[in-house]
């Protein structure tokens, strides 16, 4: 495909970036922000912020292409570049701020600091995602497998999922005990939902108040997903863009 032939694309954030990068500036980029009206995002911008504080692999990112469905801007991955000791010591003031810009947030470090999100936006929805403790264990190990990540040190005192089971289970374990916890007093902002146990529109859209779609509860980031062709080539051509380009955003 010729892009540059092309006068417009319709991309998602990332992809207008690793766009504009391999067209060197030409053509005309249009992103998922464009397509909201102007009463459509006052409309959510005045709603409640909708943060997503299930850990990675429980379906965050099928979440994600869920509220971008219904129209919310949804921040994804903050502090990337970040150590986790600059997670520890700015991660929280990160999310606060770049939540400002947006109507909704997922990944990671989003989850781990929920008590502080609460407090900055009152009123806020939180939705819990959950499934089985060894099935999400299973599924983070073949995902990150034993490379070091910072956010994992982070998040779990352990830079990656291999040799540490048992530390990432109990981490996981207890977020949930704590999200229940805290919420515990306030069930209308707090949503858990087990998309593995077919939760979908119907518990989503009557939490936030939307009309439910007529397309299918999105399904993203599988591992087998991730072995297809279109997933390959563009990861690929991200990184040849210099890009690092999320799950969300594939």
Same mark, same amino acid.
């Given at each position: ?10 991309? %998602? ?37 909708? +943060? ?115 530390? +990432? ?53 599988? %591992? ?27």
């Amino acid at each position: 495909m010729n892009w540059a032939a092309n006068s417009e694309f319709c991309l %998602s954030l990332g992809e207008a970036e690793i766009a504009t990068a391999i067209l060197g500036g030409g053509g005309r980029i249009s992103t998922f922000n464009t397509r909201l009206t102007p009463s459509r995002h006052n409309q959510l911008m005045s709603s409640p912020k909708v +943060f997503c504080i299930g850990f990675q692999k429980t379906g965050t990112t099928s979440l994600y292409a869920a509220l971008t469905e219904l129209g919310y801007r949804t921040a994804a991955v903050v502090g990337r570049d970040f150590t986790a000791a600059e997670l520890r010591d700015f991660g929280a003031q990160l999310c606060i701020e770049t939540a400002e810009k947006y109507d909704a947030a997922q990944d990671m470090p989003w989850p781990v600091f929920f008590r502080e999100l609460d407090a900055a936006y009152p009123n806020s929805k939180f939705i819990l995602t959950v499934r089985d403790s060894d099935s999400w264990f299973a599924s983070l190990e073949n995902h990150f497998g034993a490379a070091p990540n910072a956010m994992q040190e982070f998040v779990y005192g352990a830079a990656s999922p291999s040799g540490n089971r048992e530390r +990432f289970l109990a981490v996981y374990e207890a977020h949930e005990q704590a999200v229940r916890a805290h919420f515990a007093r306030r069930p209308d902002d707090l949503l858990i939902m087990d998309l593995k146990q077919g939760h979908g529109w119907d518990e989503l859209c009557a939490f936030l108040g939307r009309p439910v779609p007529d397309s299918p509860f999105p399904a993203k980031n599988r %591992s087998e997903d991730r072995q297809t062709l279109r997933y390959r080539v563009r990861r690929r051509l991200s990184m040849i863009a210099g890009k690092y380009l999320a799950p969300e955003q594939i």
